[in-house]
């Protein structure tokens, strides 16, 4: 099927450029990655990925975590699971 439509869409540049990261370890163009994306949309009826509104305390995780704040640092997967079962 000829690809001759034309889409024009403006996002965050920031998760543009990490998102075109990404694709180039994939060798995956962007124009590509969106047509992937739209096939599955027009094939599942939906959009291909769940939809959620996280809760409160997920939410404020996000941010600590983005914040660097309250980070729990191992330094071997031992040591993760010895952490995580206390």
């Given at each position: 099927?000829?690809?001759t439509a034309t889409i024009q869409a403006?996002?965050?540049p920031k998760i543009?450029?990490?998102a075109q990261k990404i694709l180039g370890e994939l060798q995956i163009s962007m124009s590509d990655a969106i047509s992937?994306?739209?096939a599955?949309?027009?094939l599942q009826k939906r959009?291909?990925?769940d939809l959620k509104i996280p809760n409160?305390?997920?939410?404020?995780?996000?941010?600590k975590s983005e914040q660097k704040?309250?980070?729990h640092k191992v330094n071997s997967v031992k040591n993760l699971f010895e952490k995580l079962e206390n």
């Open positions: 099927m000829p690809r403006r996002i965050d543009k450029v990490q992937m994306y739209l599955q949309v027009a959009i291909p990925f409160e305390l997920t939410t404020k995780t996000i941010g704040k309250n980070l």
